[in-house]
C-alpha cells in the first residue's frame, strides 16, 4: 500500500478555501509576470460584455463569452508550463524549448477558435446567406 504524500492535503472546507488563495495567488502571479495574460484578460474585460450583449440566445451568449474564458484558461496553462520550464534551466534545451513552442501553439489554436466562433455566430446576421 503506498503512502499518502505528504504534499498533498486531506480534504474538507480548509482544503477548498486554500486552494481558493491559491488560485487567487496564480492569477495575481500571471497578471504581475505576463504581459500576454494582461493583454488578453483586458480584452476578454471588453469582449465577455460584448459577447453577452451581442449574443441572441443562451447558447450564443455561452459561446462568444465562453471562448473568450478558453483562451484566458490556455494561456495560465502556457504560462505555467514556460515557469516551470525556465525553472528547470534557462539554459537552451531541446525538449524544454518544445514545451514551450508546444504551449504556444496551444494558445494560437485557441485564439483562432475564438476568432472562428464569434464569426460563426456574429457574421450571419449581417451577411445573412
Do not use: C
Amino acid at each position: 500500500m503506498t503512502r499518502p504524500s505528504s504534499y498533498k492535503s486531506t480534504g474538507g472546507l480548509l482544503r477548498i478555501v486554500r486552494a481558493f488563495g491559491y488560485s487567487l495567488q496564480g492569477l495575481g502571479a500571471a497578471w504581475r509576470h505576463e504581459a500576454a495574460f494582461r493583454q488578453e484578460t483586458l480584452l476578454a474585460a471588453i469582449l465577455i460584455p460584448l459577447g453577452l450583449w451581442l449574443g441572441n440566445t443562451a447558447i450564443e451568449r455561452l459561446l462568444l463569452a465562453g471562448v473568450l474564458v478558453l483562451v484566458l484558461v490556455v494561456e495560465l496553462l502556457n504560462s505555467a508550463i514556460e515557469a516551470l520550464a525556465d525553472a528547470i534551466s534557462t539554459e537552451h534545451h531541446p525538449l524544454l524549448g518544445r514545451a514551450k513552442d508546444v504551449g504556444s501553439a496551444a494558445v494560437l489554436l485557441v485564439l483562432i477558435l475564438t476568432g472562428a466562433v464569434w464569426i460563426a455566430v456574429l457574421a450571419p446576421r449581417w451577411w445573412p446567406s
